[in-house]
Antibody
Framework: EVQLVESGGGLVQPGGSLRLSCAAS????????MNWVRQAPGKGLEWVSY????????YYADSVKGRFTISRDNAKNSLYLQMNSLRAEDTAVYYC????????WGQGTMVTVSS | QAVLTQPSSLSASPGASASLTCTLR?????????IHWYQQKPGSPPQYLLR?????????GSGVPSRFSGSKDVSANAGILLISGLQSEDEADYYC?????????FGGGTKLTVL
């Protein structure tokens, strides 16, 4: 079964850091680009970042550029999002999604930035 | 002006058809873009429905019924998701998406009510 499972969310104070992980299974992870997408409570979808299959190409949304870093470990079938200098407006469910068409999504992990 | 604009809500009757629009900002030509569509039900991650650029460049998501289809209204500069034979289970939020200038843009979403 093709599956993505996020982890690493939680409560963090403003200015703090958090590292999200996304474990992939059921497909050849190294052949696919990957993305992070977030959704604030009661709001719509917001794309966060993209990484190509070989990590050679990386894009970020302007709202997270300079604060978030996307990476992947193809040997571990895992995608990561390092989030620094967190703000209240980063509070959201964070999803990982496969490929440039976002054809497979994980269940998401909640990140709450609050003092 | 947002890059992608979707009506916030739409209502339709069971068995009828619903046409969900995704209007691109003036200056961004719908003809050059692949429009992606996603369905999201409460408490669940989004699910990929389909991608449409033209009749010769389109993709249906795995397991997505053929009553979900894509098209474009070039005169309105909009992508369209057509759902025929509406069922109660189609009640959900629907998001369009495009790749634009090395970034992903989601529309604000349309809440479809089937009543």
């Amino acid at each position: 079964e093709v599956q993505l499972v996020e982890s690493g969310g939680g409560l963090v104070q403003p200015g703090g850091s958090l590292r999200l992980s996304c474990a992939a299974s059921g497909f050849i992870f190294s052949s696919y680009s990957m993305n992070w997408v977030r959704q604030a409570p009661g709001k719509g979808l917001e794309w966060v970042s993209y990484i190509s299959s070989s990590s050679s190409t990386i894009y970020y949304a302007d709202s997270v550029k300079g604060r978030f870093t996307i990476s992947r470990d193809n040997a571990k079938n895992s995608l990561y999002l390092q989030m620094n200098s967190l703000r209240a407006e980063d509070t959201a469910v964070y999803y990982c999604a496969r490929d440039s068409v976002f054809d497979i999504w994980g269940q998401g992990t909640m990140v709450t930035v609050s003092s | 002006q947002a890059v992608l604009t979707q009506p916030s809500s739409l209502s339709a009757s069971p068995g009828a058809s619903a046409s969900l629009t995704c209007t691109l900002r003036s200056g961004i030509n719908v003809g050059t873009y692949r429009i992606h569509w996603y369905q999201q039900k409460p408490g669940s991650p989004p699910q990929y429905l389909l991608r449409y650029k033209s009749d010769s460049d389109r993709q249906q998501g795995s397991g997505v019924p053929s009553r979900f289809s894509g098209s474009k209204d070039v005169s309105a500069n909009a992508g369209i998701l057509l759902i025929s034979g509406l069922q109660s289970e189609d009640e959900a939020d629907y998001y369009c998406m495009i790749w634009h200038s090395s970034a992903v843009v989601f529309g604000g979403g349309t809440k479809l009510t089937v009543l």
